[in-house]
């Protein structure tokens, strides 16, 4: 039975639940990265985690509902590093730097949830509709942010004018996407930190005013 202790938010019950959820989401992450989302079973979760398939089928639903849960997990991390949303506040150039060292840090510190991001990455251009729309819209929303932050700072004259702020967050999309992808295919040849500070420089080359 239940205590009122266990139903408030943050009693024992929502610790358990929180931590369940956490596991789960850990060994899904594992499953995407090592057999793709198609091949993943609710069952294989479930046994990896130590919980049930049907607590895996509670949680999330769906294959749909747990890449939402990866994702935002993901997305959450960012923000929890204050990457995301970019600040418009600070200058132009201290938010892209921001996001790459930001990036940097998921790579290094959290590699499991990011192999399960680029397995589906590269997984949805050929897999079902759904996931494609939703990696296509994670996508669309880091290249949002950083043309968001580009053209603010060609208004204010903090990045150098005449850039196209769309196709430059397609190029920054693309150059923080290849980095994390080259270094989880083979980290032992790709130096993850050495091609994350030379895309830092090339940014602040790219765009400073000055």
Do not use: C
């Not at 938010?95 to 990036?103: A, F, N, W």
């Not at 759904?130 to 700072?153: C, K, N, Y």
């Not at 769309?166 to 040849?189: C, K, M, N, R």
Request: proline share 4%.
């Amino acid at each position: 039975m239940s205590t009122i202790d266990d139903e408030r938010p943050g009693g024992r019950q929502a610790e358990r639940s929180e931590r369940s959820t956490e596991a789960l989401l850990d060994a899904a992450a594992e499953l995407i990265a090592e057999v793709g989302l198609v091949a993943m079973t609710f069952a294989a979760i479930g046994e990896r985690a130590g919980y049930s398939r049907g607590l895996v089928t509670a949680r999330f639903g769906s294959k749909a509902g747990l890449v939402d849960a990866l994702i935002s997990r993901v997305w959450h991390a960012l923000h929890d590093a204050g990457v995301v949303p970019m600040p418009r506040t600070a200058p132009a150039l201290v938010s892209l730097t921001g996001l790459v060292d930001g990036i940097e840090a998921i790579v290094r510190d959290n590699p499991r949830d990011l192999r399960a991001m680029f397995a589906l990455l590269f997984e949805a251009p050929g897999s079902d509709p759904e996931l494609r729309a939703r990696m296509a819209a994670f996508s669309d929303g880091m290249r949002t942010e950083i043309a968001g932050v580009l053209a603010g700072g060609v208004a204010d004259g903090s990045i150098r004018a005449g850039i196209d702020p769309f196709a430059e967050a397609e190029l920054l999309t693309g150059a923080l996407h290849g980095i994390s992808y080259q270094w989880l295919l083979d980290p032992v040849q790709v130096d993850a930190s050495r091609a994350y500070a030379a895309l830092r420089a090339m940014v602040v080359d790219r765009y400073a005013t000055a």
